[in-house]
């Protein structure tokens, strides 16, 4: 299967807003062609209404001519008259003469004495009579002008407002479409990630994850809101001023055309060696950004071991690091990409002077001034694309970095999402032969099999390592079985969605996770299907309601991040709540009691009590006084079942288990003693 380009993924993006960005592009082009169109007003002001006044003149008796020294003068490219006498008015500098002959009006001025003027052009002498006008006489040739050059400024201003009009609403629908884009695209990321199995975040740093949803998502959000609309106006633009310059003249444009495959190139060389620095500023400022959460989260422990320095020698190294590529990518632009569109700017203007120039002197080409203008405008012209796009290089080379990388998380494996409802268990739980290993050469569990019956309360027990959490992650299927088959009710559980498995299963950990909100929305979790009443029922069925109402807004009351307000014995009360507000059929209660202290053990142990009632329950045991009337007790040790039975029949069997509780039995006494 042909793998698909991290350029053709964004486009993709791209055109789920299609019709807003054509709707944009169709505004812009029209915004270019009225823009496009002041070099060619400029070009005929310049040449008819101002340059032009410098012509040859037919004398008339026609009084709409202009009159001067009681004659009548037509510009002879303005009359149907094809006979009579020819008038040059003619213009050395800022001197005007009006000669009694048709002279060039390229002519070179030689002398001008006595009512006579000598002029040469070509070789050829020409002594005509003629004399220089005054200011005043001047005005009655440019008065007729006046009222033509007023229109055309009016046209030229109505034609840039018009253009203003569609700029904006380009802007607008380009920014409206690329902020969409990038919605959709955080949306996907983050829809995405709460479908990721377990062991991606356990493999990824919680910094690195951040940074894709924020930091990657940002600068393709650049990409979208700046880069589109620089390259798709600066790429319309050029293409507008390419055609202007054919009409105007097909040599200089083909040469000018010249300039497309440099910046094609140049922006290939730029890919490549811009894009490599860029991936690394990427990566390593992902890598700050873990390092920095990671400090935040243990900044308890750094501190108490007095670790300060050495983690910000870590975090120095990284930013190091990304200083010093970031320096390498300023360098690359400084040496390039602006001196580039210099140097390409420069070459282009000596090309007009060596091409005109060159032509004026052989005589094959005599460029008018308005002409001459209207080129060099969009010459000029020109080169404001190229350098918008030129300084885009880098942004872009940024933003697909940062799309590869955010790709790369799309692509990872999602789980499977099926949300169609189930009927709740009975609870009864088999594990069949099951073995599961993190990876295939170590086996955490070997070959388990154990049933537990519907309302019956089973705890394990055994050293750290034994696999007692592993038996409940594979049970929530947050892993599956590398072997055998895990079964409630008699389904297997890999036959339904990870979702439906876990929508009757509830859990509490040893370190009940609060979020931010207020009490009640952490024991609802926004569920609708339970109400207000049934979780202040959940809280007071546990004994949460002690505290809770004692507090200023009761059960309303904000909750801070991981609800460091609240003790841990008071956590757990919530996470407990929680668990029977969601009424689940099978509760796992992973070491619940581990970090509570002895004189919130006993509210605890009640509210357990409260929580178990009618339910299938997996207790992972830490303290063997907690488990004592638990129906079956499983002794794991290296992932396999050593001993079973309740408490009773474990002590008789004078096995692990008994020097367990004898352990903690002999370390309690020492206490009170």
Same mark, same amino acid.
């Given at each position: ?34 823009e ?32 001067? %020294?009681?004659?009548?003068? &037509? ?18 500098g ?6 009694e ?22 070789g ?5 009579? +003629? ?9 009655a040739?440019?008065? +007729? ?9 009016i ?94 003249? &097909? ?13 094609? /190139? ?12 860029? =991936? ?8 700050i950004?873990? %390092? ?17 320095d050495?983690?910000t ?6 930013n ?8 390498k ?10 001196n ?24 094959? $080409? ?38 590869? =990388?955010?790709?790369? !998380? ?19 739980? &088999? ?42 992650n ?13 079964? /409630?009710?008699?389904?297997?559980? $890999? ?6 498995? =876990? ?12 979020? $931010? ?6 024991? $609802?979790?926004?569920?609708?299907? /339970?109400?207000?009443?049934?979780a ?30 609240f ?16 009424d ?11 970090n ?6 006993? !509210? ?37 079942? /050593? ?14 288990y ?16």
């Amino acid at each position: 299967m042909k793998k698909v380009t991290t350029e053709k993924r964004l486009f993709q993006y791209a055109m789920n807003y299609k019709k807003t960005i054509i709707i944009g592009l169709v505004c812009l082009m029209f915004a270019v062609a009225l823009e496009l169109s002041g070099p060619f007003i400029a070009k005929r002001l310049i040449d008819q209404h101002i340059v032009g006044v410098a012509n040859h003149y037919l004398v008339t008796e026609n009084e709409a001519g202009i009159s001067l %020294n009681g004659q009548q003068y &037509v510009r002879i490219d303005r009359t149907d008259e094809n006979s009579g006498q020819i008038a040059t008015l003619f213009q050395d500098g800022l001197t005007f003469y009006l000669l009694e002959d048709e002279i060039p009006l390229q002519a070179e001025l030689i002398e001008a004495d006595n009512g006579m003027v000598r002029l040469e052009y070509e070789g050829n002498t020409y002594e005509v009579e +003629g004399a220089a006008l005054s200011a005043n006489e001047v005005f009655a040739f440019f008065e +007729g002008e006046l009222k033509p050059i007023m229109w055309l400024l009016i046209l030229y201003i109505s034609l840039i407002l018009f253009a203003s009009i569609f700029v904006y609403y380009k802007t607008y629908l380009l920014q409206y479409a690329s902020n969409r884009i990038i919605q959709k695209m955080r949306r996907d990321v983050f829809h995405h990630i709460q479908r990721l199995p377990i062991k991606y975040f356990v493999d990824q740093p919680a910094g690195k994850i951040l940074a894709r949803v924020t930091n990657d998502t940002e600068a393709i959000r650049e990409l979208y809101v700046k880069v589109l609309e620089v390259f798709a106006s600066g790429s319309i633009y050029m293409f507008g001023i390419f055609v202007a310059l054919f009409i105007l003249d &097909v040599k200089l444009a083909l040469i000018s055309l010249l300039l497309v495959p440099i910046l094609f /190139i140049w922006m290939n060389v730029y890919k490549k060696v811009g894009g490599k620095y860029n =991936r690394i500023i990427r990566e390593t400022n992902s890598n700050i950004n873990a %390092n920095i959460n990671e400090s935040i989260q243990g900044m308890t422990v750094i501190q108490a071991y007095n670790q300060t320095d050495l983690i910000t020698d870590e975090f120095e190294v990284l930013n190091e690091k990304q200083r010093h590529f970031q320096t390498k990518m300023n360098t690359f632009n400084a040496f390039s990409s602006f001196n580039l569109v210099d140097l390409l700017r420069n070459v282009a203007f000596v090309i007009v002077i060596l091409y005109f120039g060159g032509n004026s002197l052989t005589g094959t $080409t005599i460029v008018s001034a308005g002409l001459l203008y209207a080129l060099v405008d969009l010459l000029t012209r020109l080169f404001e694309p190229v350098n918008q796009i030129v300084s885009q290089l880098e942004q872009l080379e940024l933003a697909r970095a940062s799309g590869q =990388r955010v790709f790369h !998380l799309l692509d990872e494996e999602a789980e499977e999402v099926g949300d169609t409802p189930v009927n709740r268990y009975k609870g009864n739980v &088999v594990f069949d032969q099951v073995s599961f290993a993190y990876n295939e050469e170590e086996y955490v569990l070997k070959q388990l099999s154990f049933e537990i019956k519907a309302g019956q309360t089973a705890a394990f027990v055994g050293h750290t390592g034994s696999g007692k959490s592993t038996i409940m992650n594979l049970l929530f299927r947050f892993y599956d079985p590398t072997k055998g088959r895990i079964l /409630i009710d008699g389904t297997d559980t $890999t036959t339904n969605t990870k979702q439906q498995v =876990r929508k009757h299963i509830g859990i509490v950990l040893q370190d009940p996770f609060i979020f $931010t909100g207020t009490i009640l929305s952490n024991i $609802t979790m926004n569920d609708p299907t /339970i109400s207000r009443e049934t979780a202040i029922n959940a809280l007071k069925a546990v004994g949460a309601d002690r505290f809770i109402e004692k507090l200023p807004n009761g059960y309303d009351e904000p909750v801070k991040e991981k609800g460091n307000e609240f003790s841990t014995g008071q956590r757990q009360l919530l996470s407990f709540a929680r668990a029977l507000a969601f009424d689940p059929a099978i509760l796992i209660l992973d070491e619940a009691t581990a970090n509570i202290d002895t004189e919130t053990e006993g !509210l605890i142990q009640r509210a357990l009590q409260v929580l178990k009632q009618g339910r299938t329950t997996l207790v992972i045991a830490h303290r063997l006084s907690t488990i004592q009337q638990a129906d079956q007790i499983f002794v794991l040790k290296s992932g396999e079942i /050593i001993e079973q039975g309740n408490h009773e029949e474990l002590l008789q069997m004078n096995g692990e288990y008994l020097k367990m509780y004898e352990m903690q039995l002999g370390k309690k006494n020492a206490q009170v003693s």
